[in-house]
């Protein structure tokens, strides 16, 4: 199906002739505040936000204005309207320059707080690897409306369970996606940062059968908390969570930076934890490459010797998507690729049979 038909069958997507203007992600902490805002919890949680944002400016360079891609050899790169039944959220969809001549696989990216789709796909690059590897990358965008810093609500506990809230908003939104495009449904995946990562989580654990691997960059794992406050402890030093008694199953790459302050490394090794368990056979790979960082890579084996997760542990990394570019929000150009290596994880991960929750 020609790309041009697709988009024209999708009954929620708008093809709007200009680009919406992206803000600096501090300006968005400016925007309006919640209705709790008188809850000192609340303003601890606002302040951290803001610092985390004002130290990723001064240590990357200015942002270039986001070029859109149009009708091109480099794809398409366009605006739609989700609405469904858990409320509704504009999104940004790459479509590649190969699309309609087979199904292709499907990548999900959710940004993390104070981020926007345009900003997400520079800083990642995902879009540039699309293009080359062949696979839409639909990423979803959180209204202000709902969290005045963009972030995912994966702290709240009406947002953590399958056929409510924003996994069900984000899980009919992939759906609906899939319906309107030549796309594999064993090769839909999710990824996301920081918050994005805790959401991306949760959704590999109450869709599992729309998903069929996830991709968590300085995340947390589904459900180390239900309000705010258990979210600013989990944050800042993990979650006093039991040692999982059965794993989740759900193929899982995680990346974190040691040296992140902002979400405590503890948790990637949490989200491994309930994805893979704590009785797999490990496999330990350290890389120090010249003039970039090093980085300690686990990998979990299953019983049967097939890989169900991988940790890498970005030595000296802040709070940033390892490997991206500069011209994009909270990046670590230094670090490895990390939407490389979750491309690679994923390819080998089609889905499973996987019963519904």
């Not at 070029?67 to 509704?88: I, K």
């Not at 990562?197 to 180390?224: C, E, F, K, R």
């Not at 239900?226 to 989740?248: E, I, K, R, Y």
């Amino acid at each position: 199906m020609a790309p041009e038909l697709a988009l024209a069958r999708m009954k929620s997507i708008t093809i709007r002739s200009t680009l919406r203007r992206q803000t600096d992600p501090g300006a968005r902490l400016a925007a309006s505040l919640y209705p709790t805002r008188k809850n000192p919890m609340y303003r601890d949680f606002q302040q951290l936000m803001d610092d985390t944002a004002r130290l990723s400016r001064q240590n990357q360079q200015p942002h270039a204005p986001t070029q859109p891609l149009h009708a091109t050899d480099c794809g398409h790169f366009v605006d739609g309207v989700h609405s469904g039944d858990s409320g509704e959220r504009d999104f940004k969809l790459y479509i590649p320059p190969n699309a309609g001549h087979a199904r292709l696989p499907l990548v999900v990216m959710l940004h993390g707080c104070t981020q926007d789709p345009d900003d997400f796909a520079t800083g990642t690059a995902m879009n540039t690897l699309a293009g080359t590897q062949g696979f839409y990358v639909l990423y979803p965008e959180q209204s202000q409306r709902v969290n005045p810093q963009g972030c995912w609500n994966w702290f709240k506990h009406s947002h953590q369970e399958r056929g409510r809230g924003e996994p069900a908003l984000l899980a009919g939104m992939t759906r609906e996606v899939m319906g309107a495009h030549a796309i594999n449904p064993e090769r839909v995946y999710v990824a996301g940062l920081s918050a994005g990562g805790a959401m991306a989580a949760i959704l590999g654990d109450t869709y599992p059968d729309v998903y069929s691997a996830v991709g968590v960059h300085s995340g947390l794992a589904t459900g180390v908390a239900s309000d705010l406050g258990s979210a600013l402890g989990a944050m800042s030093s993990g979650a006093s969570l039991p040692h999982p008694t059965q794993a989740s199953g759900v193929a899982t790459i995680v990346f974190h930076g040691d040296a992140d302050t902002t979400v405590n490394p503890m948790n990637g090794a949490q989200v491994i934890a309930a994805s893979a368990g704590t009785t797999s056979r490990i496999e330990i790979e350290r890389r120090n490459p010249p003039d970039r960082r090093a980085s300690t890579r686990s990998i979990h084996h299953a019983a049967d010797g097939a890989v169900v997760a991988e940790h890498w542990l970005v030595h000296g990394a802040p709070h940033a998507w390892s490997g991206g570019n500069t011209q994009g929000s909270f990046t670590d150009a230094r670090g490895p690729d990390a939407s490389a290596e979750m491309m690679r994880f994923f390819m080998a991960h089609p889905r499973q049979t996987a019963p519904v929750p």
